[in-house]
């Protein structure tokens, strides 16, 4: 009896353990998925980014930020003290770091809608002088941009871009003028240009002024402006150039030439058979004429004052002045020169004045321009152009822009 019991003790014993088991093998799986220890996930790869894309990242960024402020002031019409600076970071999140949209983009919609002349967008030249150090596993790209005025200095800006979960964000950028020689090439002038001006430009020449080396080049439309390879200075002032090596030579074998040709002989002519012009009499009434004719004579026209009405260009982009003319009588008239900085005509200098056109000719002086520069600039009218020459006298105390000294042909439009 007492077997038995102990029989059905065991077998109530194992059939429990069995039940169990097979309560957590096949009814209560998860029990046994909680009761096993849980494996460590595997730590992602941090992608390692080429230059190429990080210069990429780095020109993109740039540019999605200004289109941002751009697409605020044309779209939404943000102006100074009324802008939405959350909406500005909304579109800017997907390519910058929070550190970027707190810090940095209130400082530029501030100075974006200053209602001022400012350009602060960078006209960076990556196809130029770009330089990438990696600091952990962020980046850092410096890069050159012309100044914002003619005659100022470069700029060399310092990108900082942050591995965001393998993807590179704008954290941050600053700006400051070379304090040393940059050894600017030509081609990286060039480059400088293009990011500019939005054009293709080719170096025609080259020269030195006071000890820097100016690159001389001209675009599409023939116009020359120089750059200064050691502080990225953008100049029109091209006229002065001192001669180079190679100018040297080609001077020294025309002298060379016109005094071999002065050393050959020359055959005498007798005295008897030519007569001296200093020998022959002249007649007092023929003098005069001989005087006259001696005389400049000044390009006569066939049109009168008012036939010079209306709106005169070069047609280029490129600085060079325009011209609103109206008749006043038949030798006065009223004009507005303008001359805008390319290519967006973001900043702007302009004079007017009644003018007396004497001998197809006058000029204008100026006291300000609007940018507190002061000036000269004269007329030439022949028929169907009018010729301008401008003259700077005196430069503002700092001059956003200019009327640059030079001569140009303009045409009605």
Avoid at 20 to 42: N, Q
Avoid at 224 to 236: C, D, K, P
């Amino acid at each position: 009896m007492f077997t038995k019991i102990l029989t059905v003790i065991i077998a109530a014993a194992v059939l429990s353990a069995g039940g169990y088991y097979t309560y957590t093998e096949i009814i209560s799986p998860e029990k046994k998925e909680a009761a096993a220890e849980t494996p460590v996930a595997k730590e992602e790869k941090v992608k390692e980014f080429n230059d190429d894309e990080v210069k990429t990242a780095a020109e993109k960024s740039v540019e999605q930020v200004y289109a941002a402020l751009q697409k605020g002031q044309k779209e939404y019409g943000f102006v100074k003290g009324d802008y939405d600076i959350d909406k500005l970071k909304e579109i800017i999140q997907p390519v910058a770091t929070e550190s970027f949209l707190e810090n940095k983009m209130p400082e530029l919609a501030e100075a974006t809608y200053c209602e001022c002349d400012a350009n602060l967008e960078p006209n960076l030249a990556f196809d130029s002088r770009v330089e990438i150090t990696k600091e952990n596993e962020n980046y850092i790209v410096t890069a050159i941009a012309a100044g914002n005025d003619m005659d100022n200095n470069a700029y060399v800006y310092t990108i900082k871009l942050v591995n965001d979960k393998n993807a590179l964000k704008l954290d941050d950028w600053s700006s400051e003028q070379p304090t040393e020689n940059l050894k600017l090439t030509s081609d990286e002038a060039a480059a400088l240009l293009e990011a500019t001006y939005e054009d293709d430009f080719e170096n025609i020449s080259e020269y030195d002024a006071e000890g820097d080396k100016i690159y001389v080049f001209t675009n599409s439309t023939n116009w020359e402006i120089g750059v200064n390879s050691v502080n990225g200075r953008l100049t029109q002032s091209t006229a002065e150039q001192e001669p180079t090596d190679a100018d040297a030579a080609s001077s020294d074998s025309t002298v060379a030439e016109d005094q071999e040709t002065e050393e050959e002989p020359v055959e005498e002519v007798s005295n008897e058979t030519e007569t001296s012009v200093e020998d022959t009499p002249v007649e007092p009434e023929e003098a005069a004429e001989s005087t006259e004719t001696a005389e400049p004579v000044s390009e006569e026209t066939s049109t009168n004052v008012s036939d010079y009405n209306g709106f005169w260009s070069t047609g280029n982009n490129d600085g060079s002045p325009y011209i609103n003319f109206e008749a006043i009588d038949e030798n006065t008239a009223h004009v507005m020169v303008t001359s805008d900085q390319p290519p967006n005509a973001i900043r702007m200098a302009s004079a007017e004045g009644t003018i007396t056109i004497t001998d197809n000719q006058a000029t204008l002086h100026y006291d300000e321009d609007g940018q507190g520069n002061q000036g000269d600039i004269h007329f030439v009218f022949g028929a169907g152009q009018i010729t301008v020459t401008t003259t700077l006298t005196q430069k503002g105390e700092s001059p956003f822009w200019m009327f640059f000294d030079g001569t140009h042909v303009l045409y009605p439009n």
